[in-house]
């Protein structure tokens, strides 16, 4: 059996591997309030009390929503907890997405952000490149890079991340201006990006996948849930812990609005898997 590390030094910091998503505190399409405002302060609580240190966020959920919550909830903030946060689109009265990639759009989230969640200074800001929903698309970032780089300058911010980008951008990045994280679509059975996944590691980058239980579809796989069976475990747990044994920067932020399934995804954190699981997860 091998047990991954625990901990993962980001953005300044040392943090539990583990981390919560809050976009599911969010009302029905990330929109619109909780449908239970004293459950979702209870799940932010026990996050923190559980040991999670890092939290995602975006003003863009709800919108408005999330980071009130987390504000009501964990405010003043303890000082080893990092919060991540993303720009890089709005939203519509009728709960569209739509983009705000401009400058002055990028800072106005910024600004939106720091507002709600109570804080003077940013720890990381992703920007969301919108590609093809949740798939990158190739072209050049640089001017949206640029604008969160000018950003760090001004003090606003501590250190910019990248959400939905290629190899080629994670680069052009790179060049403008130091980069901690990067927050793409993998999971057990979305392994597009491994090769990335692999690079960011032997450079001390953290990668953050986003729907790592598969987001609004979640995995299904037959071969998955008997190996979750074998184990006496959930499927969901042992995709999890994949992705934790997958490389040591990987950071997992889980989203729920249930206490009970919190700590169901935070048991995945105490899960070894043994060579031969890993050979089968490594086949799906």
């Known amino acids: 059996m091998t047990q991954p590390v625990k901990t993962f030094p980001f953005a300044g910091s040392t943090v539990n591997r583990m981390g ?4 599911q505190l969010a009302g029905p399409g990330v929109f619109g309030p909780p449908k239970d405002h004293a459950a979702a302060l209870a799940v932010l609580r026990e996050a923190v009390e559980s040991g999670v240190n890092h939290i995602d966020t975006s003003d863009f959920y709800g919108p408005h929503v999330t980071n009130r919550l987390i504000r009501e ?4 903030y303890r000082d080893d907890l990092v919060i991540v946060t993303k720009v890089g689109a709005v939203r519509g009265d009728d709960a569209s997405w739509l ?8 800072e106005r989230g910024v600004h939106d952000n720091l507002k709600n969640l109570g804080l003077d200074v940013l720890d990381v800001v992703n920007i969301r490149i919108m590609g093809d929903v949740h798939t990158p698309k190739e072209g050049s970032i640089a001017p949206q890079v640029e604008a969160l780089a000018e950003l760090k300058h001004k003090g606003l911010i501590r250190h910019v991340g990248l959400s939905n980008v290629t190899r080629t ?6 060049r403008i201006t130091e980069i901690v994280c990067v927050q793409n679509l993998y999971n057990v059975v979305h392994r597009e990006d491994g090769t990335l996944v692999d690079e960011l590691a032997a ?5 953050v996948p986003f729907f790592p239980l598969g987001g609004f579809t979640p995995i299904q796989s037959s071969e998955l849930s008997e190996i979750a069976a074998n184990l006496g475990t959930t499927s969901m747990q042992v995709a999890l812990a994949w992705l934790l044994h997958r490389a040591p920067n990987i950071l997992l932020i889980p989203g729920t609005s249930s206490v009970a399934h919190l700590r169901e995804n935070m048991a995945a954190g105490e899960l070894a898997l043994s060579g031969d699981v890993l050979a089968q997860l490594d086949a799906l």
């Open 20 to 23: 919560y998503g809050a976009m």
């Open 73 to 76: 909830a964990l405010h003043p």
């Open 99 to 106: 983009p705000a990639q401009q400058a002055p759009e990028l």
């Open 169 to 174: 951008q994670v680069a052009e990045a790179r």
């Open 203 to 207: 450079d001390g980058i953290a990668y």
